[in-house]
């Protein structure tokens, strides 16, 4: 090769190369949403961490609360029982934990706990993944035929549904009927084997709840 080729040569590989590297110069191929998405290009979304928590009390209601009997219910128009129980055992314990009095099931006196449970899906469950997949390519090079494949092994599982639960309790004085304190709380979670039944997350809820129980913003008498 003479001078003049190699010089020429050397130069459009040089200008190849420049061309190449100069889309990593601080601008991206595509929107800014790409780079939340993993490899597969789907986003990465999760259940959100905290748990949202508001509680009020009457203004006259702080000397009541905290002791005394009270009996724990579902609310008027509450989802299905069998969602409850451990949603109810996490609230008794809560209360208990407070000073009330949870072992009078059944007494005419005292306050009643209306629990009410509310599940609403968040994010979908992710379509079934194809264990494998791939493309293959046939064509002819100066060489002669050639077979070319890419295989794209993917093993793991399609996510759960992403749900948020909401937990409300309201506590009543048993003779009047008034309303004294409520408040709810609501997390999200992904979904698992156990369903929506799911003590951890009744346990959670209701802890974050009760955290507030004196602290409850005070509603003035109308």
Known sequence: MNRKLLLSAVATFMFAGTAVAQPMGGRWDGPMDQRLRGTDGRRSIEPAKRVEVEAFQAADAAPLLGKGPITVAAADGAEAEWKLPVYEAAVVDQLAKLGYDTAVSGADGGQIAQIGIRHEQVVPEEAKRKPVSGAMEVGV?????????????????????????????????????????????????????????????????ASALFAKFADAQVVPAS
């Open 141 to 205: 090079s100066n060489r002669g035929n050639y077979t070319a494949m890419a295989l794209n092994i993917d093993l793991t599982k399609a996510k759960k549904a992403i749900i948020a639960t909401r937990l409300d309790v309201r506590i009543r004085d048993k003779a009047s009927n008034r309303v004294l304190w409520e408040g709810h709380a609501e997390a999200q979670t992904r979904e698992d084997d156990d369903g929506l039944n799911n003590g951890a997350v009744a346990a959670r809820l």
